[in-house]
C-alpha cells in the first residue's frame, strides 16, 4: 500500500529546518523505498472489504460461493529511530463471512489477526538521485485469534525500490520472499504511479506470489492487480482509495484509508 510520487512529493524548507512530505506504504502492495523521519510517526490505517470465490457443497448439491472479509480497520504504525531506520507494527480486526445461497444468513465473525513487528532500514537515497532502496521484513506473532492466527512465527521480507523517471511518473518494484504456515512465497508487485496534480495522483500494479514449496504446493501461483488513487489534504495528511482484482483468481477488493504523519 505505497506512494512512490516521489518525485513529487519531495522535500521542502520549513522554517530553518527541512520538513518531508508524508509518503506512505499505502494504498498498493508495493512498500515505499524510503523510511519515514527521525523521532516521528506515522500511523497508516483503512478498510477493506475483500471477496474471494469457494467452491463447496450443501446437501450433496455443489454450489459456487463467497468467502468475504472485512478488514474494519487495519492499522500499520510507524516509528522512526534513525534517518535509515524505522520500527513498525501492523494489526487489524478481520470481520470473515461465508455466503451460501442455500443458507438465509451468513452472519460476519469477528477475529483479531496476529501482531506483525518489524524494520525497514534505507539502503540507499541521496539527495538529486532517482533511484532509492530499501529493505523490509516483518516476523508474524501467534497472538491473534484462534480461528484466524496463523499459530506460529512466520516472516516476510521485501526489497523495495523506486525509480523516478520523470516529473510526474514513478515506477516502484517490491521483490520479497513469505514463509506462512509451512508455505514458502516468492512475492512480486510492480507500481507505477502518475501525479495528476501536486495533490491528486494516481497508480496501477500487477502483483502476486510465486510458489516455491519443491513437495507438491499447498497453492498455486497468484497473478492479480490494482489501481487507485492518493490525495495529499496536507504535508501531513494523505487519503486514498484502491481497488483490487485477481488475474488468474477469483478475487475482488476495495479499500480506503487515512495516513497521519506526526513530526516530532
Not at 442455500?102 to 533511484?131: F, I, M, W
Not at 520523470?166 to 518494484?173: A, K, Q, V
Given at each position: 500500500?505505497?506512494?512512490?510520487?516521489?518525485?513529487?512529493?519531495?522535500?521542502?524548507?520549513?522554517?530553518?529546518?527541512?520538513?518531508?512530505?508524508?509518503?506512505?506504504?499505502?494504498?498498493?502492495?508495493?512498500?515505499?523505498?524510503?523510511?519515514?523521519?527521525?523521532?516521528?510517526?506515522?500511523?497508516?490505517?483503512?478498510?477493506?472489504?475483500?471477496?474471494?470465490?469457494?467452491?463447496?457443497?450443501?446437501?450433496?448439491?455443489?454450489?459456487?460461493?463467497?468467502?468475504?472479509?472485512?478488514?474494519?480497520?487495519?492499522?500499520?504504525?510507524?516509528?522512526?529511530?534513525?534517518?535509515?531506520?524505522?520500527?513498525?507494527?501492523?494489526?487489524?480486526?478481520?470481520?470473515?463471512?461465508?455466503?451460501?445461497?442455500?443458507?438465509?444468513?451468513?452472519?460476519?465473525?469477528?477475529?483479531?489477526?496476529d501482531l506483525e513487528v518489524g524494520t525497514k532500514v534505507q539502503?540507499?537515497?541521496?539527495?538529486?538521485?532517482?533511484?532509492?532502496?530499501?529493505?523490509?521484513?516483518?516476523?508474524?506473532?501467534?497472538?491473534?485469534?484462534?480461528?484466524?492466527?496463523?499459530?506460529?512465527?512466520?516472516?516476510?521480507?521485501?526489497?523495495?525500490?523506486?525509480?523516478?523517471?520523470?516529473?510526474?511518473?514513478?515506477?516502484g518494484y517490491n521483490i520479497g520472499f513469505n514463509?506462512?504456515?509451512?508455505?514458502?512465497?516468492?512475492?512480486?508487485?510492480?507500481?507505477?504511479?502518475?501525479?495528476?496534480?501536486?495533490?491528486?495522483?494516481?497508480?496501477?500494479?500487477?502483483?502476486?506470489?510465486?510458489?516455491?514449496?519443491?513437495?507438491?504446493?499447498?497453492?498455486?501461483?497468484?497473478?492479480?492487480?490494482?489501481?487507485?488513487?492518493?490525495?495529499?489534504?496536507?504535508?501531513?495528511?494523505?487519503?486514498?482509495?484502491?481497488?483490487?482484482?485477481?488475474?488468474?483468481?477469483?478475487?475482488?477488493?476495495?479499500?480506503?484509508?487515512?495516513?497521519?504523519?506526526?513530526?516530532?
Amino acid at each position: 500500500m505505497k506512494k512512490i510520487l516521489t518525485s513529487v512529493f519531495t522535500l521542502f524548507l520549513c522554517g530553518q529546518g527541512l520538513a518531508q512530505t508524508i509518503q506512505t506504504d499505502r494504498p498498493d502492495q508495493t512498500e515505499a523505498s524510503s523510511t519515514v523521519p527521525a523521532k516521528s510517526l506515522q500511523i497508516e490505517t483503512g478498510f477493506q472489504l475483500t471477496s474471494n470465490g469457494t467452491s463447496s457443497a450443501y446437501r450433496g448439491i455443489s454450489y459456487n460461493g463467497l468467502d468475504r472479509q472485512l478488514l474494519a480497520p487495519t492499522n500499520l504504525f510507524r516509528l522512526g529511530i534513525t534517518k535509515q531506520i524505522e520500527l513498525r507494527v501492523l494489526n487489524q480486526i478481520e470481520l470473515n463471512s461465508t455466503f451460501n445461497p442455500r443458507v438465509a444468513k451468513s452472519p460476519y465473525k469477528s477475529a483479531v489477526s496476529d501482531l506483525e513487528v518489524g524494520t525497514k532500514v534505507q539502503l540507499y537515497r541521496k539527495e538529486g538521485a532517482k533511484t532509492e532502496a530499501a529493505f523490509m521484513t516483518h516476523v508474524g506473532l501467534p497472538t491473534g485469534s484462534e480461528s484466524v492466527s496463523v499459530g506460529e512465527l512466520y516472516s516476510i521480507s521485501k526489497l523495495c525500490v523506486s525509480h523516478s523517471i520523470t516529473e510526474d511518473f514513478s515506477i516502484g518494484y517490491n521483490i520479497g520472499f513469505n514463509s506462512i504456515d509451512g508455505i514458502d512465497d516468492l512475492s512480486y508487485s510492480l507500481a507505477f504511479g502518475f501525479a495528476i496534480t501536486e495533490k491528486l495522483g494516481v497508480y496501477c500494479e500487477p502483483y502476486g506470489l510465486i510458489n516455491v514449496n519443491e513437495i507438491t504446493p499447498v497453492r498455486g501461483n497468484e497473478y492479480n492487480f490494482d489501481a487507485g488513487f492518493t490525495y495529499l489534504v496536507n504535508d501531513k495528511v494523505q487519503l486514498d482509495w484502491s481497488f483490487g482484482t485477481g488475474m488468474n483468481n477469483d478475487m475482488n477488493y476495495v479499500a480506503a484509508g487515512c495516513s497521519w504523519l506526526i513530526m516530532n
